[in-house]
Structure formats: structure tokens, C-alpha cells
């Protein structure tokens, strides 16, 4: 197991006004993997706001080579809405994929990137977590409270920890839950 573990975590939304950081913290210390200890200084779970995701995908490449200078075992998670305009998920990591290897970014290390792409915006997993249905081909109503945003974050984390069953989860939380056990597979290592 990793000594020193630092997950940054790079997501659509403008500091202070974005439900991202709220659901990732939430989740990531819900689900309590062994390598991310309670204690300070030895592991870091790090959102960083990025507004659009033009501006995410220019700022991936960067924060990867960042990532990778650091040492240790730091992991970068990219959170993405997956918009109208991407069918489908390997749509949307192409786009990130052909930014990085316009940086100088070899497909081995563009492959150590978790991705997470929740449907036109994580509000539909929230629904869907919440309320047990979302319909992804519309977006989920617009969240402003913090908790509905955690109670749905700790459900998600129950469910990858097989405490809780249910029903079928939506493609893009199923895509995006197979990046994290890749994930979780990489850090047992």
C-alpha cells in the first residue's frame, strides 16, 4: 500500500457555487479506502474548480504532468459533464485524450486518469441516488443545498461498498464506478 496518496480531483463549476467538491469529498471519505488515512499530512483528497470544460479539458494535461512529478501515488480524477453534444462517455475522454497527447502526454500516462462523467450534470445521479430514478437524456433540477448533494454522495458510496442494492444505476454512473475500480485495483498494487 502507497506511504504517501494525494487524489486531485479537477471538476467542472466555479468555487463556491459548484456541488462538485461537496459529492467528492463526501464520497471518497464515505467509501474510506485503506490508503486515504484520517490523519493530516499524509493523504490529501484535493477538488480544484475549473468552470467550463473547455477550460478542464486545456487544464488536464498540466495537472497530470503535476500529478506524476509529485511522486508517491498521486491519482488525478477527472469529474465531467457529459453534455448533448458527446454521445457517449469514450466520446468525452477522446476530447481529453487528444488535449493531452497535444502536450507531450504518452497514452500510458494519460491512462492512470480516473474518469468521471455523470450525464448532461451530476444532478441526475443525485436524483437518481435520492429518489431511485433519473431519466439522463434531460438534466436533473439545479441543487443549492449541501445536503442532499452528501445523502446522495453516501449512497453512492454504500452501493461500491455492496452495503446497499438497488435499482439498475444510469450508463454514465456505471461507466464512470468501472474508472473508479480500476482505480481501486491500481492503489492494492
Not at 439545479?142 to 453516501?154: C, E, F, M, Q, Y
Not at 453512492?156 to 480500476?182: E, F, H, K, M, T
Amino acid at each position: 500500500m502507497p506511504s504517501r496518496t494525494q487524489i486531485v480531483c479537477l471538476h467542472e463549476g466555479k468555487k463556491g457555487r459548484s456541488i462538485d467538491p461537496i459529492f467528492i469529498r463526501t464520497l471518497l471519505k464515505t467509501i474510506r479506502p485503506p490508503w486515504i488515512r484520517p490523519w493530516d499530512g499524509n493523504n490529501i483528497i484535493r477538488p480544484q474548480d475549473c468552470g467550463g470544460r473547455a477550460e478542464l479539458i486545456a487544464r488536464m494535461p498540466a495537472e497530470l504532468k503535476g500529478c506524476l512529478e509529485m511522486g508517491g501515488d498521486t491519482t488525478l480524477m477527472v469529474w465531467a459533464d457529459l453534455d448533448d453534444d458527446m454521445e457517449n462517455c469514450e466520446m468525452l475522454k477522446a476530447k481529453f485524450q487528444e488535449a493531452a497527447r497535444a502536450n507531450g502526454i504518452t497514452d500510458e500516462q494519460f491512462n492512470q486518469v480516473v474518469f468521471v462523467f455523470a450525464k448532461d450534470r451530476l444532478e441526475n445521479w443525485i436524483e437518481f441516488l435520492n429518489t431511485g430514478a433519473t431519466d439522463e437524456s434531460r438534466e436533473g433540477p439545479r441543487l443549492k443545498d449541501g445536503r442532499p448533494v452528501a445523502d446522495a454522495a453516501r449512497r453512492l458510496a454504500q452501493r461500491c461498498l455492496g452495503q446497499q442494492v438497488g435499482p439498475a444505476i444510469p450508463p454514465s454512473l456505471d461507466w464512470s464506478c468501472q474508472n473508479w475500480r480500476s482505480l481501486v485495483a491500481r492503489m492494492r498494487r
